[in-house]
């Protein structure tokens, strides 16, 4: 009995060595499609497709997407809970083909299936990003970022919190951001939305106050995350114009308005249906060392409002400029 035993046991742990040992030559031969790095949120992933090989003129676009998940929608005339309608996400894509950017900074994206799924789609189509990144807070609305470029590492800030009138208050959204290795320069893209005036009182002032606040916040953490003195530029939905009360919250990074226009030179990117006005909430801020690398003002690209009430922006980044700073 012993014998037989000690038989079925030898033959059991050669069968499990065995299949570890085809697992590790599998791994070996088939790597990993997921790329993990420590800060990440969902993480970084990496599917397959190719890397940009050169990264020395960058194409940088921020576009808030509009609801890029299930939510509040009147479909039929009723109103229901439900995904972004085929209709805005095909014309979403085509928008996006046009523009071309290397990387994409999102506002209004929905959990990680979404933004797979986005990933996904523009991969079909032949515009491929093997990296994106997706802030973890569980949220309705979150940030995300899709690079044809392989950051160098991610900064997922979604849990900034700050003094507000006496309480403890949390950045709905943070930021999210990613450093790049460009012709030997590194640099930084981080995108941004701050609170919105929806459900606001009238003692609110808008929230603009606390956007105030929450602007404050984010230039002290991505000073803790990078230092100063860096090559930066954050683009999003600052749901409100700029001003100088806003960018003077901004006093470690010392981030500057990018000029903007669109084939009209209007400035414009968010449409507000129901008052039927238009207005400066999407932007570009920039540091003083990105600037070097700054040849235009940024362009709005004339979408229409039909996949979202914003309009994308885009900036083109030129590293093989030479710079003294």
Not at 223 to 251: A, H, Y
Not at 256 to 268: R, V
Request: aromatic content about 12%; hydrophobic content about 40%; charged content about 30%.
């Amino acid at each position: 009995m012993r014998r037989g035993k000690s038989n079925r046991l030898s033959k059991k742990r050669f069968l499990q060595g065995l299949i570890v040992l085809v697992l590790w030559a599998l791994w070996s031969v088939f790597p990993s499609e997921i790329y993990k790095q420590s800060q990440s949120t969902e993480d970084l992933e990496l599917v397959n497709a190719t890397e940009k090989i050169s990264s020395e003129v960058v194409r940088v676009c921020t576009w808030n997407v509009r609801n890029y998940s299930v939510a509040g929608r009147r479909i039929n005339g009723k109103y229901v809970q439900a995904p972004k309608p085929e209709v805005e996400k095909k014309h979403l894509r085509n928008v996006l083909k046009k523009i071309n950017p290397d990387v994409l900074m999102i506002q209004e994206m929905g959990d990680i299936e979404f933004l797979r799924e986005l990933q996904a789609d523009l991969a079909r189509e032949n515009l491929k990003y093997p990296f994106i990144a997706l802030t973890r807070y569980d949220a309705p609305s979150r940030l995300a970022i899709l690079s044809k470029i392989k950051p160098v590492q991610i900064f997922d800030c979604c849990d900034i919190k700050f003094k507000f009138r006496g309480d403890n208050r949390f950045s709905p959204r943070g930021t999210l951001g990613m450093a790049f290795d460009s012709n030997g320069v590194r640099w930084y893209s981080f995108a941004t939305h701050l609170k919105s005036a929806q459900g606001a009182r009238k003692s609110d002032e808008n929230f603009a106050p606390f956007r105030f606040a929450e602007m404050k916040a984010i230039d002290a953490r991505i000073v803790k995350e990078i230092g100063k003195d860096n090559p930066i530029i954050m683009g999003g939905d600052f749901n409100q114009e700029p001003n100088s009360q806003l960018l003077k919250n901004l006093k470690r990074l010392k981030l500057q308005l990018l000029e903007q226009s669109d084939k009209w030179g209007k400035s414009h990117s968010y449409f507000w249906s129901k008052k039927n006005v238009y207005f400066m909430y999407d932007f570009f801020l920039v540091s003083d060392k990105m600037q070097n690398y700054i040849s235009n003002k940024a362009t709005i690209f004339d979408a229409g409002f039909i996949a979202s009430d914003h309009r994308p922006i885009y900036v083109d980044l030129d590293f093989r400029k030479k710079t003294q700073n």
